[in-house]
T-cell receptor, first 115, second 112 residues
């Protein structure tokens, strides 16, 4: 596609519900990143994939957060038993080359509100 | 936790004026980037400056980097109402992942 797409754009969940957020990166991009952006803050790194391999998950805030990219393309971020503090915008980004720095292209984000 | 601190937190100027935003960071970097985020839109990459560069230009944007002070500045000249957005600096964390560490952001409002 022309850019990184994410779905849904908005998600409202009741506390304790599980949610799944989808990211479609730019076709052919090797690297995929998930970030969490709280209101009024800059994005914070959650996890990184190189193709299907999850090479860094140091930013995941708890074991309720899980991400996968099984075929090295689409990625899903799953949050189990959502809490109010999980309310944020979840941004996905992709870049073309894992060997040297390349620009990260961001999707529009999914705004998650946990009631 | 976020590495960068930006100032000012908010800036309001008139169209045609210049806007300067500053960013400080904590650790050694490979490069520093500036992003813009409009309301309701994703982050858009503006410019990247490598650690061995001191100044870079792109259109109406001018970025400086002082690695000895661990600081950078973004200058937008001849601002337009369409420049109204939040601006973030981001540094790479080194290592194998190229993950970005973002600052706290500056909210710029350009009054027509």
């Amino acid at each position: 596609g022309a850019g990184v797409s994410q779905s849904p754009r908005y998600k409202v969940a009741k506390r304790g519900q599980d949610v799944a957020l989808r990211c479609d990166p730019i076709s052919g991009h090797v690297s995929l990143f998930w970030y969490q952006q709280a209101l009024g803050q800059g994005p914070e790194f959650l996890t990184y994939f190189q193709n299907e391999a999850q090479l860094d998950k140091s930013g995941l805030p708890s074991d309720r957060f899980f991400a996968e990219r099984p075929e090295g393309s689409v990625s899903t971020l799953k949050i189990q038993r959502t809490q109010q503090e999980d309310s944020a915008v979840y941004l996905c980004a992709s870049s073309s080359d894992s060997l040297s720095y390349n620009e990260q292209f961001f999707g529009p984000g999914t705004r998650l509100t946990v009631l | 936790s976020q590495q960068g601190e930006e100032d000012p937190q908010a800036l309001s100027i008139q169209e045609g004026e210049n806007a300067t935003m500053n960013c400080s960071y904590k650790t050694s970097i490979n490069n520093l980037q500036w992003y813009r985020q409009n309301s309701g839109r994703g982050l858009v990459h503006l410019i990247l400056i490598r650690s061995n560069e001191r100044e870079k230009h792109s259109g109406r944007l001018r970025v400086t980097l002082d690695t000895s002070k661990k600081s950078s500045s973004l200058l937008i000249t001849a601002s337009r109402a369409a420049d109204t957005a939040s601006y973030f600096c981001a540094t790479d964390a080194g290592g194998a992942t190229n993950k970005l560490i973002f600052g706290t952001g500056t909210l710029l409002a350009v009054q027509p």
